[in-house]
């Protein structure tokens, strides 16, 4: 009687609305007979009735869905975005598994409506890997060139083409090229990526009419764009090239620059353009002079350090500038240009740009090394002084990299120089509070003038005062002792922030300060303001001060200062376990919804470090801010801390699919790895559950990353997941990142099982493609080198040229420079180890420099 409710002709919408919501509470064996009469609301005339309907069918099981795909297809016309989506979800849920509904599918992306075409390859997309065949290339191709009106439905169709392999893609490359020719910018883009990944033989074939004059400068633009993604190009193409940096058009000018300091790294028909390349540092265009920038410092100082060291000396300050950032990043390359980049430093002009230009020489003298800044010293610490803060914050940076050598005299001097302002433009009080600062970071060297820090604490300008106090706390108790009482003294300075400096430097200098205890716990008690009462807690815990429990708790509940509060709890934490034990009901009362976020993150710290046993009469409390808590940064903690005392792993399961919070799921699948070998089999499911179903590719990754944390004989059921999602075959959104993750956790497995040469084939396999992500090549090769498989030499001459143009990242650096230690100096060349020894020089990364310089070490002596 109920689907009586339906007519359209019969009853109003309100009505046949009630009627949707109530049909939708009855289970699946009612509804069954009646479901095409449902389905034909799709189609009424009220879209709240349509988008009922909609949510209604998400509801079927995939069986009773399927044969109604091509009605759920229909409905992807609908105005209504909230029905499209509804319908999407549920069509997710059908099995395209059958030729004929694979067909339906396909025929959906040639639908006279555009939505239809555009929901139908969203789809197709999601659905990727699993239902898509080199064979659909055919049916795509249409839909990806001048054909297809709209540029939403192109700009998919390439998505889901590039799914089908790369050979297919390749077939339609024509096709795809003609979108550079497109007004749309996001199409354009999105060709350029594509026609990127294909091979780059074929691809520089058919660029070079895309060059042409007759082209507009955007399309241009994206055809330049397209050879710097090839990173290769022909002498007449750079040519071509460089006629663009004279264009009017700022885009085409950029790219133009961008793409010459690309081709530069490999080819040295770029470096007669240098010249027309560093003219445009000066630009008004922001945009030009960011590419000139980056451009220049890709090129390196073999070709740019002296087309850049010209600037130095131009009339224009903003040239100067970007010279001076140049030779920065050029680094100890550029300590020739030494006395020209101080001279600069030392404009006292009271001007914007000019003080941009004193900050950046500030920064280039402390890149190009001790021994070159040395002789500046003096004129850097005057920059102390100066009124802009950049400035100032500038010299501070440079002068601790570079430390006492270069700066401790000039800083000592101007301690004990005169404390008022002679020039417009010093700011002495602040010049004084970075030189305390700077004593502090100097350590042994700073031993002997403890002297002249004492006196400043006694300075008239608070700041002053409060700096060299933190200062004298970083000294160490052994060289500060004579001075105790002078830094307690300050506990009752008339100004607030003094007073809270003292307290922390007393905590830093540890147990020598043991005495002053009650005295820090007194500020903690008794002082007025938040800030002293706050550091003082911070510093009971670092003193270890067990008899200030008591304290510590009261403060923690009566306190009304929660960043006070907050500080109680890490201090409790900080006294270690028996404390935070004792403490255990107090933390847990401060982690109801009232409090601050702070301080209920600082409980829950403090809760595990009082270990699991104490904590399992309370642990009901935690679960509970797991499942309801309205903070999802607290759930997120709440996760950490039952997977840190490995507790209540069944609410975390639980919870893995629950939440609806990504950063959430997150976290809780990092607690369920962090119970490594007491894990359970419903954890390991849980994991592979997540990897292969969540929506999130950060959630999937950090699945795989914690199933690594898992036995062998939990794990083992779950590595052909762990495989789908290395291949690219498991969730069909999963990127370089999830797959990456899914590699190095098999990588930990593959020597445990018995079928170990199935997985090196098919990391060999994955490295030899080409069309796969470079980081995922990148990383199979960290595992199969990393395991001593055989790697083939010919990768080496990819991978070094690529390694020139992806300077700035590590995972790669770390991987290339493996796989070259690996094959040993006589399989890499000479060119290649002078590559490595560049990148032991001036890798941004630890790790890299080390692998670098044992891939040095690792070579004979002739290389």
Not at 460 to 489: F, M, N, Y
Not at 692 to 701: A, C, E, K, P
Not at 748 to 771: C, G, R, W
Not at 796 to 803: D, G, K, N, R, Y
Request: proline share 4%; with cysteine; net charge negative.
């Amino acid at each position: 009687n109920l689907t009586y409710g339906l007519d359209e002709e019969g009853f109003s919408w309100d009505v046949r609305l009630r009627t949707v919501h109530t049909l939708g509470r009855l289970s699946e064996e009612v509804l069954l007979p009646h479901i095409n009469a449902i389905a034909e609301r799709l189609k009424d005339e009220n879209p709240w009735v349509r988008q009922g309907t909609a949510e209604m069918l998400v509801c079927f099981r995939p069986e009773i869905l399927t044969p109604m795909a091509g009605k759920l297809l229909e409905g992807l016309a609908d105005e209504s975005q909230e029905v499209v989506n509804a319908l999407s979800e549920a069509l997710l849920k059908v099995s395209f598994e059958t030729e004929e509904s694979i067909n339906l599918l396909f025929k959906a992306t040639k639908h006279e409506n555009k939505s239809v075409r555009k929901n139908a390859l969203t789809l197709l997309q999601r659905l990727g890997t699993k239902v898509l065949k080199p064979e659909h290339g055919e049916l795509l191709a249409p839909l990806v060139g001048a054909a297809e009106p709209s540029p939403d439905v192109r700009r998919l169709a390439m998505y889901v083409l590039e799914a089908c392999g790369r050979e297919v893609m390749e077939r339609s490359a024509a096709e795809i090229m003609c979108n550079l020719e497109h007004e749309d910018t996001g199409l354009r883009a999105t060709a350029v990526g594509c026609l990127a990944r294909m091979d780059p033989e074929a691809i520089k074939l058919l660029l070079p009419p895309y060059l042409s004059s007759e082209k507009s400068p955007e399309t241009r633009a994206a055809a330049t764009q397209l050879f710097g993604c090839i990173g290769d190009a022909a002498p007449e193409v750079i040519e071509t090239i460089a006629t663009f940096l004279a264009e009017k058009d700022k885009d085409l000018v950029a790219q133009s620059i961008r793409t010459l300091g690309s081709l530069g790294v490999e080819d040295a028909h770029v470096h007669a353009h240098v010249e027309a390349i560093g003219s445009h540092l000066g630009s008004e265009s922001h945009s030009i002079r960011e590419a000139a920038f980056e451009a220049l410092k890709a090129l390196g100082p073999e070709v740019a350090l002296e087309k850049a060291a010209a600037y130095l000396t131009h009339e224009e300050t903003s040239l100067r500038t970007a010279a001076a950032n140049l030779l920065a990043e050029f680094g100890e390359a550029a300590k020739a240009h030494a006395p020209t980049v101080a001279k600069n430093m030392c404009n006292k002009t009271q001007d914007k740009e000019v003080w941009d230009e004193v900050r950046a020489s500030l920064q280039a003298l402390g890149a190009m090394g001790v021994e070159a800044s040395k002789p500046y010293g003096k004129e850097m610490v005057e920059c102390l002084r100066m009124y802009f803060y950049e400035i100032r914050d500038a010299g501070r940076a440079v002068l601790e990299l570079l430390g006492p050598e270069v700066s401790l005299e000039p800083v000592l001097e101007l301690l004990n120089g005169p404390d008022k302002d002679t020039q417009s433009y010093q700011r002495t009080d602040r010049s004084r509070e970075t030189c305390c600062y700077l004593l502090g970071t100097f350590g042994k060297a700073a031993h002997p003038h403890v002297e002249l820090l004492v006196a400043q604490t006694k300075h008239d300008v608070a700041h002053v005062r409060c700096q060299a106090v933190l200062a004298l706390g970083k000294l160490g108790a052994e060289t500060v002792q004579p001075h105790l009482d002078a830094i307690a003294a300050l506990m009752r300075d008339h100004d607030y922030v003094v007073r809270g400096c003292a307290v922390r430097a007393l905590g830093d200098l540890g147990q020598a300060c043991a005495g002053y205890r009650k005295y820090i716990a007194k500020v903690l008690e008794e002082d007025r303001e938040k800030r002293p009462r706050s550091d003082a807690a911070l510093a009971l815990g670092k003193l270890g001060a067990e008899d200030c429990l008591t304290s510590l708790v009261k403060s923690l509940c009566e306190d009304q200062g929660c960043d006070v509060k907050a500080a109680a709890a890490k201090a409790i934490g900080l006294l270690g376990q028996k404390a935070a034990a004792e403490a255990l009901p107090a933390l847990v009362h401060k982690l109801k919804p009232s409090e601050q976020y702070d301080v209920r993150e600082a409980c829950l710290g403090a809760i595990t470090i009082a270990g699991s046993e104490a904590c399992t009469p309370h642990i009901e409390s935690i679960v509970e801010i797991l499942e309801s808590d309205s903070d999802d940064r607290i759930r997120s903690l709440a996760a950490k801390t039952l997977g840190d005392l490995h507790l209540k792993a069944d609410a975390l399961v639980a919870r893995s699919k629950a939440d609806e919070d990504s950063n959430v799921r997150e976290f809780i699948a990092n607690a369920l790895g962090a119970f490594g070998p007491e894990a359970t089999t419903e954890v390991a499911s849980a994991l592979s559950k997540m990897l292969s179903g969540d929506s999130v590719n950060f959630v999937r990754r950090t699945a795989a990353q914690a199933m690594a944390k898992l036995p062998l004989e939990l794990a083992r059921e779950h590595l052909g997941q762990l495989e789908d999602s290395a291949c690219g075959r498991g969730h069909p959104e999963d990127d370089g990142d999830v797959r990456r993750a899914a590699i190095l956790t098999l990588g930990k497995f593959i020597p445990q099982v018995e079928n170990a040469k199935h997985y090196f084939d098919l990391l060999q396999e994955l490295l030899a493609d080409t069309s796969v992500d470079l980081r995922v090549r990148t990383t199979c090769m960290e595992v199969l080198v990393g395991h001593k498989q055989e790697v083939s030499p010919d990768y080496v001459p990819e991978f070094a040229a690529t390694l020139r143009k992806r300077n700035r990242e590590w995972y790669f650096q770390y991987a290339v420079i493996q796989l070259f230690k690996f094959l040993k100096a006589e399989a890499i060349g000479p060119d290649h180890v002078d590559l490595v020894a560049k990148v032991a020089k001036s890798s941004n990364d630890e790790n890299v420099k080390q692998i670098a310089k044992e891939t040095l070490e690792a070579f004979n002596s002739s290389a």
